[in-house]
């Protein structure tokens, strides 16, 4: 995830390197994740345009049986990184844009990926994580996974909603 473009900036402006990616990184839970994809810089005036279609997986645990599974995660990146040296000869001309703050190549040249991907992952996490789209989940009365077997709680009423309303209504009918 970290390139020297110390030859890159030499070349041409509108000057293109593709690379596959295929390599272990440490991401967020410190733990080295292979990422594979397809990277493709782009050489503008101080500044490399890069683009990337890159899939990691990562351990999660599912929102509805609280299983571990691999959760595969998809980043489309498109960002520009300033070179660190050019950015601070031009200090005077005004902040960086917002959003951009972090995206420096290098004193020795290197364009490091790993945050901004870090970045990207933390985007384009989904919202609730599931082992699969159709997994059933736990009981909510006796716990165990609808997945691998129907308990008698479901037997009993096909919306477990309705089942404990039920208990409410036939308790409270027992009251004086
Ligand atoms: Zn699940
Ligand atoms: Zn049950």
Redesign the pocket.
Known sequence: MRYNVAQFLMEPVGSQWDFQVNEEAVLETGVKERVQGHLQLTHFNKSIWARAELDVEVDEVCGRCLKSFRQPIHASIDETFQHAVTTKRDEDAGPPEAGNVELFIDESDTLDLREVLRQYLILNHPVKSLCRPDCKGI?L??G?DRNLNQ????KQSSDPRWARLVALGSRSGEQP
């Open positions: 009981c009365f006796c165990s308990c008698q709680c479901q």
